[in-house]
C-alpha cells in the first residue's frame, strides 16, 4: 500500500477462523518486521499451532533465530 506517495507493507496475523487477530504497517519487508508483528502476537495470543505464510524468505530465518520449529505452509 502508499502512504504519502511511499510504499508500506501491511502486515496480518489471521486465525483459523479469518479474524484478524494483529496488524502493522512497515516500510521494509524484512525479518526485523515480521518479528515485531510475531512477538506482538505471540504476547496477546499464545504459539500458534502452524504457521501459514507467504513464501517470504524472513519467516523462515525468523523461526530459526526464535529456534521454533518449522511448523509452517506456504501458499499464496
Do not use: Q
Amino acid at each position: 500500500m502508499k502512504i504519502n506517495g511511499i510504499t508500506h507493507y501491511h502486515w496480518r496475523a489471521i486465525d483459523h477462523e479469518g479474524e484478524v487477530l494483529e496488524s502493522y504497517v512497515s516500510k521494509k519487508r524484512d525479518r526485523k518486521s515480521a518479528l515485531k508483528l510475531l512477538r506482538k502476537t505471540m504476547k496477546r495470543h499464545g504459539r500458534p499451532h502452524i504457521f501459514v505464510t507467504d513464501k517470504l524468505r524472513s519467516f523462515g530465518a525468523l523461526l530459526k533465530d526464535l529456534e521454533l520449529p518449522d511448523d509452517r505452509e506456504t501458499g499464496r
